[in-house]
């Protein structure tokens, strides 16, 4: 007979054990240190998300054998992942070899879908209910930066020796051209959050920042410092004037890119392009060897990219009327984004009608 239970709580009545068990677990794991999976971003998921929970597995020989964090729907045991929405990266945290099936944990949290849309590879308890499978790109800089120009200008030599010489035209026209890999000044932070929600407004996109929960999110792991999970805030200046930033998330290895944006104002210098090259550079001085800037197509990743990760969406789903609801609700939805997204030439219809939906919406944003 199993000794095994599974008990579920707030994350916030996770003690110290549990916290540092689980920074245990993930370390033995052999996955890269990315903070969206260590418990500092589920403690503060669970300060701004009242259905956010934890699942604790356990026996009576091993101890504590996983972490599974997750969030409650509001009807019908509806279950997501932890931060869905905004979170890059998502799944357990489980002792190796640990027998466990995923219907089984889904029981014992009383849901009966759990929905994820960043899950990591290799989590062997859920990767077999993935719908679709999605590369997430990388700067790899874990040889120094210098390994990586060096790299980055044999593959793509004009991207970067017009982004250098942007740069230099952004100091001559509009001052000194400084950066700084960990802002602390909180009014910074809020100006990129509103450049955010603009380009979101501007591009026809849902605004995040609209969220009181993400904004309050955000704000909160701003000022989290820990080994696995700080709040990083880089800042490109000119001058005395910020033109760029970007606020992710660290560990000492990994850099999760999460919210990059600039002021328009100086779209002409590519200020973002020149940001991401310097947090390149400052990263990979401060011990960070890899950037992850997430799944999702963009010009600015084909280029600056070294690699690709993968991450998976879909649905873990138990027997009955609730796994059916869970599936007729969301896989008409992700095949008709799989049909656009394997279609250049629609997805470019798509989103330049997203783009004039936002101009009619918010008719003051700048084109």
Not at 80 to 106: E, K, M, N, Y
Not at 273 to 295: E, P, Q, S, T, W
Request: with cysteine; hydrophobic share 40%; net charge positive.
């Amino acid at each position: 007979m199993s000794s095994r239970r599974i008990r579920v709580v707030r994350p916030g009545d996770l003690g110290v054990g549990d916290i540092e068990t689980w920074r245990e677990l993930r370390a033995k794991s052999g996955a890269p240190a990315h903070p969206f999976m260590e418990p500092e971003f589920t403690l503060a998921v669970g300060r701004v998300r009242p259905r956010a929970r934890v699942a604790v597995i356990s026996d009576e020989a091993q101890g504590t054998g996983g972490y599974f964090p997750f969030e409650r729907g509001r009807f019908g045991g509806h279950g997501r992942a932890i931060g869905f929405g905004v979170s890059d990266l998502q799944g357990a945290v489980l002792r190796p070899g640990l027998p466990l099936d995923a219907r089984t944990l889904l029981r014992a949290c009383g849901i009966s879908a759990w929905e994820f849309d960043n899950l990591e590879a290799g989590q062997e308890l859920f990767e077999a209910d993935a719908a679709r499978s999605y590369p997430s790109y990388v700067i790899d800089v874990g040889d120094g930066y210098e390994s990586y120009e060096t790299e980055l200008r044999a593959r793509s030599p004009k991207f970067l020796r017009t982004t250098l010489a942007k740069e230099r035209k952004l100091g001559r026209q509009a001052g000194e051209v400084r950066f700084v890999l960990d802002e602390r000044d909180p009014a910074v932070l809020r100006t990129l959050m509103e450049w955010k929600s603009a380009q979101y407004r501007r591009t026809g996109r849902r605004d995040r920042f609209a969220k009181k929960w993400i904004r309050d999110l955000v704000e909160f792991l701003f000022h989290t410092r820990a080994p696995g999970c700080s709040g990083l805030l880089s800042v490109l200046y000119a001058g005395d004037k910020p033109v760029a930033a970007h606020f992710g998330l660290r560990s000492r290895t990994v850099l999760s890119c999460w919210f990059p944006s600039y002021d328009p104002e100086f779209a002409k210098f590519s200020p973002g392009l020149i940001l991401h090259l310097r947090m390149a550079r400052a990263a990979a001085d401060d011990g960070i060897g890899m950037l992850d800037m997430g799944r999702g197509a963009a010009e600015y990743k084909d280029a600056l990219k070294t690699g690709e990760l993968t991450v998976h969406e879909g649905a873990s789903v138990r027997p009955g009327a609730g796994a059916a609801l869970q599936w007729l609700g969301r896989e008409p939805s992700r095949r008709a984004h799989s049909f656009v997204r394997k279609r250049p030439r629609l997805a470019g219809v798509a989103q330049r009608g997203l783009e004039r939906a936002g101009r009619l919406r918010n008719p003051k944003q700048p084109k």
